[in-house]
Antibody
Framework: QVQLVQSGAEVKKPGASVRVSCKAS????????INWVRQATGQGLEWMGW????????GIAQKFQDRVTMTRNTSIGTAYMDLSSLTSEDTAVYYC???????????????WGQGTLVTVSS | DIQMTQSPSSLSASVGDRVTITCRAS??????LNWYQQKPGKAPKVLIS???SLQRGVPSRFSGSGSGTEFTLTISSLQPEDCATYYC?????????FGQGTNLEIK
């Protein structure tokens, strides 16, 4: 079945960087964009950006443009999201999600990875 | 950026009730509107795409409607397993923004 499996929880100190991975299975990895979304505890969903696994092109939300890098390794069907200069405000669950569309080119996120908790604490 | 505003932010209803959640966009988004359900400790799951297309496996008591700037998610007969937070999302423009969520509780 189609699924995205993310890397495990991370604990980082302020100022550090973190890498979250998202491994795709059950479909052709390069056929669909991957989006990244984060959710602070008890808060809503915040879109961070997208990556085209075929071209490597990305689109990062303005809020994260100087701190987020999205990359991929097509040989192993895995997308990566790197977030630098971490602060306590970055403590959140980070999700990857496939960008799926229908014949009318209307798009939605499905499936989602299980989420990766990143905790930033001194 | 397109702002998505849901109402209410929370609601409590009884099993069997008809429940409606509204989502308003700050500008027209045509039919680029999706609904997700999130249960505690779990990833969101798409319920409805493109305003009204029910995803495979989603019970038919869920339905969506609207266009332009105003959209609704309706649960025709609330079930205990529908206790969750519901989010709308626009994919008309980046950033692909979400509503703030509606926390649905069962009385």
């Amino acid at each position: 079945q189609v699924q995205l499996v993310q890397s495990g929880a991370e604990v980082k100190k302020p100022g550090a960087s973190v890498r979250v991975s998202c491994k795709a299975s059950g479909y052709t990895f390069t056929n669909y964009d991957i989006n990244w979304v984060r959710q602070a505890t008890g808060q809503g969903l915040e879109w961070m950006g997208w990556m085209n696994p075929y071209t490597g092109n990305t689109g990062i939300a303005q809020k994260f443009q100087d701190r987020v890098t999205m990359t991929r390794n097509t040989s192993i069907g895995t997308a990566y999201m790197d977030l630098s200069s971490l602060t306590s405000e970055d403590t959140a669950v980070y999700y990857c999600a496939r960008y799926l569309n229908d014949y009318s080119n209307l798009y939605w996120f499905d499936p989602w990875g299980q989420g990766t908790l990143v905790t930033v604490s001194s | 950026d397109i702002q998505m505003t849901q109402s209410p932010s929370s609601l409590s209803a009884s099993v069997g009730d008809r429940v409606t959640i509204t989502c308003r966009a700050s500008q027209s988004i045509s039919t680029y509107l999706n609904w997700y359900q999130q249960k505690p400790g779990k990833a969101p799951k798409v319920l409805i795409s493109a305003v009204s297309s029910l995803q495979r496996g989603v019970p038919s008591r869920f339905s969506g409607s609207g266009s332009g700037t105003e959209f609704t998610l309706t649960i025709s007969s609330l079930q205990p397993e529908d206790c969750a937070t519901y989010y709308c999302q626009q994919t008309y423009r980046t950033p692909r923004t979400f509503g703030q969520g509606t926390n649905l509780e069962i009385k």
